[in-house]
């Protein structure tokens, strides 16, 4: 085990190693790192809807239609019992009502949005 962990320490820190040379950036060259955020705009609302639309939004959704299906198999399961179809219909009907909040959400920031930049320009 011991060699297996020193094999993988020298694979992964060779090339950090290789690139750690003195003089690499000589003088006045100047080091450019482009914004990683494309389509963005360079204010932090913009940033906060992009991050919320194509990073939340779409787990949100998975998540929402993972929980209906497993509301679907907790009613398949329940065969006639009455604490389990309660449950199910418990779960069925909270995840609507998520659903429902994120779509809600996703629309009030649209509004919102949309009045703020109507207001500045």
Not at 97 to 107: F, Q, R
Request: proline share 5%.
């Amino acid at each position: 085990m011991k060699k297996i962990i020193q094999f993988f320490t020298i694979l992964f820190l060779s090339p950090a190693l290789a690139l750690a040379q003195a003089g690499s950036n000589p003088g006045n060259t100047q080091i450019y790192i482009p914004n990683p955020c494309t389509g963005c705009g360079n204010d932090f609302i913009s940033l906060l809807s992009a991050i919320i639309n194509n990073i939340v939004m779409p787990i949100a959704t998975v998540v929402v239609v993972v929980l209906i299906i497993w509301a679907g198999f907790s009613y398949l399961t329940a065969q006639g019992n009455p604490r389990k179809i309660e449950e199910a219909h418990k779960r069925l009907l909270w995840t609507l009502i998520g659903a429902g909040i994120l779509l809600s959400a996703a629309g009030i920031s649209l509004v919102v949005r949309a009045t703020v930049e109507n207001l500045l320009h």
